[in-house]
Every structure is written in structure tokens, then in C-alpha cells.
């Protein structure tokens, strides 16, 4: 990690509801000039990804000084050779214990998230903390989980992963899910994680970790699923709660690819 120097950069949040539900959210850091056009590409987002159920949009924009921004390299994307459900929770299980989770933390993991990871039965809106080696779950809200904000990835970073990978708005998934881990797996009490998206329609998911990268696997879930969730695998003894959780929803970082250095911003 290093420290960049800039003048004052914006952190904008978005996140919808119905009936107190979370149905969905988006996160950028962006420079302050261009605040006003994230906030509205995320507002027009909350709208139309949740097929008119939104009662509520919130925006949130906090103000970040460039000096407090740590840069972080993304995390190498691996691909990983799955055709069904069982063979990618298979495999992903296989690679969580090789990087230090426990079966029982990885099947608590699994069967959360196929569930609905709060106690509702529903998506959360962050993440669970789960002791990678007793499976206990330790985040201090279940209903809600810990949502790791203040993040994104630079600018010429993210030209150069769309030029790559074509993944573009309204919802570059691929790059947001790589650029969340990669601010997840630079916190030293994280061992490993796992997700899957609750899109209904979005059934790829990933395993990753610091030293061996973002594994992609497709299908984690069945088409038309309405559930998904996070799991943040932390190693008990390592694993600070106040400062942990504060790095992760407040730490403000920028994720850029190795090798792509963005000089219009430094
Ligand atoms: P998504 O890939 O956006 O569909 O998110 C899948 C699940 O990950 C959601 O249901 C949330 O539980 C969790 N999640 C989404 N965004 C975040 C975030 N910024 N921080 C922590 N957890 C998140």
C-alpha cells in the first residue's frame, strides 16, 4: 500500500429500499469534479435496477482528503474451469481450505448465502465476518452485515480492465466485485472470501485471497435465484473488530491493475 497525493476527492454512496429492505447499492471514490456525474449514475442505477420496488434512494457524499487514500493492486483474476452449481462450490470450497478456511467455515458460508444471509432470510446489504476457523459468525449487525464502501478503482485502471474485459455500465460487475476484494483481501486479518451475486440473472461468483487472487467460477448459483451474499473469512487471532470493520467501511482506497499506472490523477 502507498499514499497518494491530490487535491479533494468524494466518496458517493447509493442504496434503495422498500418496506426497511435492502434491495440495492453502489459504491464509487471519485475526484470532487466529477462527483455530481457518479451521484447521478448511481441514482439512475438505484432506479432502474430494482424494476420500480425502490421506495427510497439514498445518496450519500462524503468528502476525502487525497493524502488519506491508500492505492492497493488488484488482485489477479483466474479463471477457474466449472460447468454446474456442485463442481463450482466443489471447487470453491477446495481452494478456501488450501488458503487456511476451515470446511466448517466454508459450509456455514455456503449455506448462508443459499439461504439468505440474515436472520430474515433475506439478502444483507454488507458482508458477514465469518472465523475462518470455527465458522462462528462475528459481524456485530446479522441483519445487515458490514459494507465495505470508500473504494474504487482508478481511472485509468478502469479504462484499461473495460478495454480488457468489456464489462461496462450501468453495472460493470466484474470490475466492482474485483475492486471490492481487492480493498477486502489488503486487510491483514482477512484470509479468504466468497460471494455470489443476488441478481437473479447474474450467476457468477468468486473466491479470493490476498497471495493467490480472484478465482471466478460460473455457475455458483442457479439461474433465477433471488439470493446471494458475501462471506469475509478473518483470522480470529489477527481480527480486531473496531479497526477492521472501520478500514473496511470507511478506509478510503483507490484498487489499480498491475501495471497500469494512473498519471492524470497523481
Ligand atoms: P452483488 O454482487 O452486488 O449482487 O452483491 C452480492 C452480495 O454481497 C449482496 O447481497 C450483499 O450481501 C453483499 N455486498 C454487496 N455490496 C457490498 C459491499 N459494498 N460491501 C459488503 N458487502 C456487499
Known amino acids: 500500500m502507498s499514499e497518494r497525493s491530490d487535491d479533494i476527492w468524494c ?5 434503495t429500499s422498500a418496506s426497511g429492505a435492502h434491495l440495492s447499492g453502489g459504491e464509487r471514490l471519485v475526484p470532487l469534479v466529477s462527483a455530481h456525474v457518479r451521484a447521478a449514475e448511481l441514482l439512475q442505477r438505484g432506479i432502474s435496477s430494482t424494476g420500480g420496488r425502490a ?20 488482485l489477479e483474476i483466474i ?40 436472520p430474515m432470510g433475506r439478502s444483507m446489504r454488507g458482508a458477514m465476518i465469518i472465523d475462518a476457523a470455527s465458522g462462528a459468525r462475528l459481524e456485530d449487525d446479522p441483519e445487515r452485515g458490514v459494507r465495505v464502501s470508500f473504494v474504487d478503482m482508478t481511472e485509468a485502471s478502469c479504462r484499461a480492465f473495460s478495454a480488457e474485459h468489456g464489462d461496462q455500465l450501468p453495472r460493470p460487475r466484474m470490475r466492482e466485485a474485483l475492486t471490492l476484494a481487492s480493498k477486502i483481501a489488503a486487510l491483514p486479518s482477512v484470509r479468504a472470501e466468497l460471494c455470489w ?5 447474474y450467476v457468477t461468483g468468486y473466491v479470493a485471497c490476498r497471495s ?43 484498487v489499480e491493475l498491475s501495471g497500469v499506472t494512473d498519471t492524470e490523477e497523481a
Request: glycine fraction near 6%.
Open 11 to 15: 466518496s458517493v454512496r447509493m442504496r
Open 55 to 74: 421506495a427510497s434512494v439514498v445518496l450519500t457524499c462524503d468528502l476525502v482528503p487525497a493524502d488519506d487514500i491508500l492505492t492497493v493492486t488488484a
Open 79 to 118: 479463471t477457474e474451469p466449472a460447468t454446474t452449481v456442485p463442481d463450482s462450490r466443489t471447487r470453491a470450497q477446495s481452494l478456501l481450505r488450501s488458503w487456511g478456511v476451515s470446511d466448517v467455515a466454508s459450509r456455514v458460508a455456503i449455506a448462508s448465502i443459499e439461504h439468505g444471509v440474515s
Open 197 to 201: 451475486s443476488d441478481d437473479p440473472d
Open 212 to 254: 493467490e487472487g480472484y478465482h471466478r467460477l460460473t455457475p455458483m448459483k442457479q439461474a433465477g435465484v433471488p439470493t446471494g451474499g458475501r462471506a469475509i473469512f478473518v483470522d480470529a487471532r489477527l481480527y480486531d473488530p473496531l479497526r477492521d470493520i472501520e478500514f473496511l467501511r470507511r478506509a478510503p482506497v483507490l
